[in-house]
Nanobody
């Protein structure tokens, strides 16, 4: 099994920045792609960004050129640097890992962007 724990959420004004972290533990050698998803009230969970074990990235259209996803394999940690935040970025951000072809989720961290 693998466990994912997010941190770094909070309240920020529009135009500000936040950095989310996701620490993985357990059977980390079974992890391939990791990513961030978010869910706003009344909306479906959507892809924000993801990164393969080889460092290939892709982003949701609404966050391109503002967010940067990265991972530190030595620290078993996934990051999301969020810049130029907008009120529509508000939601619960979830860390996701593809572990031995099985998807695993963290508990989520709230991000609130005020206008």
């Amino acid at each position: 099994q693998v466990q994912l724990v997010e941190s770094g959420g909070g309240l920020v004004q529009a135009g500000g920045s936040l950095r989310l972290s996701c620490a993985a533990s357990g059977d980390i050698f079974g992890i391939n792609t990791m990513g961030w998803y978010r869910q706003a009230p009344g909306n479906q969970r959507e892809l924000v960004a993801r990164i393969t074990s080889g460092g290939r990235t892709n982003y949701g259209d609404s966050v391109k050129d503002r967010f940067i996803v990265s991972r530190d394999n030595a620290k078993n940690t996934l990051y999301l640097q969020m810049n130029s935040l907008k009120p529509e970025d508000t939601g619960v951000y979830y860390c996701h890992a593809l572990w031995r072809s099985i998807g695993r989720w963290g508990q989520g961290t709230q991000v609130t962007v005020s206008s």
